[in-house]
């Protein structure tokens, strides 16, 4: 039943006697200072899983940039054993389909606006789901999880009750992600269908449709609504659900070098089950967000007028000058970036200031800021119209 997060196994004193299973390291483009290494999330097994890394006698440790499941050398073969006698041989969902599921909760109320992702991105609408299912390499060679259908794909969410649209014709059901079908009590009239997930495992569940026959059939042309859904609690609020199957499902899905357990022989074969695992180093990389910046240049006795030959200059972009009335009614001379800049936690551009002021008295000062602050991470605003990935960033300077 997936009613509450449970207590987790923690690998609070782990000895030579566990053995990695999986190492998931959290990269960022923002974090240039510390490497890439993402603080962002704290990662929760769901309830099931942690039930059974218990019952199989994993230990799991979340290491603030990312986290580890380790296993007891002495339960390996039995883990093995296990995996094996979930052999399906049936279509769909053929194969070998066991997995750990995880939650990435947020622990940086920022995270959207430094990160590549549409900014107006609600995680209580929507989530991302990784698995390594799908997976590619980045220049070092790492293994990189990349996103169930693309990079960075997200879904909506649901509770424990599902309603969609009934086709027109036939019926729609729910699968999990071997694509079998879920068991699940199910109501439908004409309008729409009603799927009770209580009893199933948070996660990825997709939309099948039959025919009046009962055989699959493609998703009608112009479904209004999502094929693909992930379930997940209330609380605590997820941004991502993560799920990493122990052994290669069938020959074919995935990469087999992302499993721990090498690739299983089908049970009909004489081939014997492997005797050891291999750990697994995944990485999940998050591209920084570029923003476009905004520079207000302000004189600072609000009285002041700022001279034509007022100026930045600096390599990355060029700025358009403008003049615009504050809230509070003074006047700035606004600078607008015209591409986006990368956010990083140390910045690469080096932006200067130049021009003149005049007073009130009709004085005349030199103005120059041999460094202008940098976009701060937060807060970042919606880009241009039309362009999800980009922000704008407000930066005010008083001269």
């Not at 009046?212 to 009608?220: D, F, L, R, T």
């Not at 910046?293 to 001279?307: E, H, K, N, S």
């Not at 006047?331 to 002021?357: C, I, K, M, N, W």
């Amino acid at each position: 039943m997936a009613r509450g997060l449970t207590a987790t196994p923690s690998a609070r004193s782990v000895t030579g006697s566990y053995t990695q299973l999986f190492n998931v390291r959290f990269q960022h483009d923002y974090y240039n200072v510390s490497g890439g290494q993402c603080p962002d999330f704290q990662v929760v097994p769901t309830p099931d899983c942690a039930k059974l890394m218990t019952m199989l006698g994993m230990l799991f440790k979340d290491h603030g940039t990312g986290f580890s499941v380790m296993i007891d050398r002495a339960r390996v073969p039995a883990l093995i054993a296990y995996v094996t006698g979930l052999y399906a041989a049936a279509a769909p969902g053929a194969g070998y389909w066991s997995w750990l599921s995880f939650l990435m909760v947020p622990a940086n109320s920022g995270f959207v606006g430094i990160t590549s992702l549409p900014i107006t991105i609600n995680p209580m609408a929507q989530n991302l789901h990784f698995s390594n299912l799908a997976t590619g390499s980045d220049a070092n060679g790492a293994v990189t999880l990349t996103g169930s259908a693309a990079p960075q794909t997200f879904y909506p969410v649901t509770g424990p009750n599902l309603s969609v649209p009934t086709p027109a014709t036939g019926a729609v059901t729910l699968a999990g992600l071997s694509g079998a079908a879920a068991q699940v009590p199910t109501s439908a009239n004409r309008d729409a269908t009603s799927f009770n997930l209580a009893s199933l495992a948070y996660g990825y569940y997709t939309l099948g449709f039959a025919n009046a026959a009962g055989k699959s059939v493609a998703a009608p042309k112009g479904y209004a609504a999502p094929l693909s859904y992930l379930y997940v609690p209330a609380t605590p609020l997820s941004f991502c659900v993560l799920d990493l199957l122990l052994t290669q499902p069938a020959k074919g899905m995935g990469d087999p070098a992302a499993f721990p357990i090498p690739p299983l022989p089908v049970p009909s074969s004489k081939a014997a089950a492997p005797a050891a695992i291999t750990p697994i180093t995944l990485v999940l990389p998050f591209e920084a967000r570029g923003t476009y910046w905004r520079y207000y240049i302000v004189a600072q006795d609000g009285t002041g007028q700022l001279g034509a030959g007022l100026a930045i200059s600096g390599k990355g972009t060029s700025f358009t000058r403008s003049e615009e009335q504050l809230p509070n009614g003074d006047r700035a001379v606004l600078f607008a970036a015209a591409s986006p800049l990368t956010l990083q936690q140390q910045s690469q551009y080096r932006f200067t200031l130049s021009g003149e002021r005049q007073g009130a008295n009709g004085s005349r000062d030199d103005v120059s800021v041999a460094w202008l602050p940098t976009a701060p991470a937060t807060p970042v605003w919606p880009g241009p119209a039309g362009d999800a990935l980009a922000g704008a960033s407000e930066i005010y300077v008083y001269v």
